[in-house]
C-alpha cells in the first residue's frame, strides 16, 4: 500500500523558510514520480514542483521558482521542499502526491496523496 506522509509546516514570518518532508512507503522512487501541491482557502489544489526517475531535473511551478528547491534521499524514501524567502501568497496546505512514472502538474493524475501539512507566512 502506497502511503505518503508530510512534516515540517509551520508559522514562519515573510522572508522566512521551511523544508517540508515527505515519507514515503509501500513503492520505490524508481517507478513513481513525487509531486508537492498545495492549496489555499477558498482556492485550487495547485501544482508546486515535480521529480521522477524519468527526469532528474525537478519541475517548478513559476510563482516557486529560484525560492523551493525539491531534493530526494532515496536511501530514506523520503523526498524534501526547501522553501526560502517564503511569501504571504504561498500560505496553504501542502501535500505530496505519488503517481506512476511522469510528473503532471494536474493533482486528478495522482492517485496516492499524503494527508497535508499546514504552511502560514505572516506579513
Known amino acids: 500500500e502506497v502511503q505518503l506522509v508530510e512534516s515540517g509546516g509551520g508559522l514562519v514570518q515573510a522572508g522566512g523558510s521551511l523544508k517540508l518532508s515527505c515519507a514515503a512507503s509501500?513503492?520505490?522512487?524508481?517507478?513513481?514520480?513525487i509531486g508537492w501541491f498545495r492549496q489555499a482557502p477558498g482556492k485550487e489544489r495547485e501544482g508546486v514542483s515535480c521529480i521522477s526517475s524519468l527526469d532528474d531535473n525537478p519541475y517548478y511551478a513559476d510563482s516557486v521558482k529560484g525560492r523551493f528547491t525539491f531534493s530526494s534521499d532515496n536511501a530514506k524514501n523520503t523526498v524534501y521542499l526547501q522553501m526560502n524567502s517564503l511569501k504571504p501568497e504561498d500560505t496553504a496546505v501542502y501535500y505530496c502526491?505519488?503517481?506512476?512514472?511522469?510528473?503532471?502538474?494536474?493533482?486528478?493524475?495522482?492517485?496516492?496523496w499524503g494527508q497535508g501539512t499546514q504552511v502560514t507566512v505572516s506579513s
Open positions: 502526491a505519488a503517481r506512476l512514472l511522469s510528473c503532471s502538474y494536474y493533482p486528478v493524475d495522482f492517485n496516492s
Open positions: 509501500g513503492f520505490t522512487f524508481d517507478d513513481y514520480a
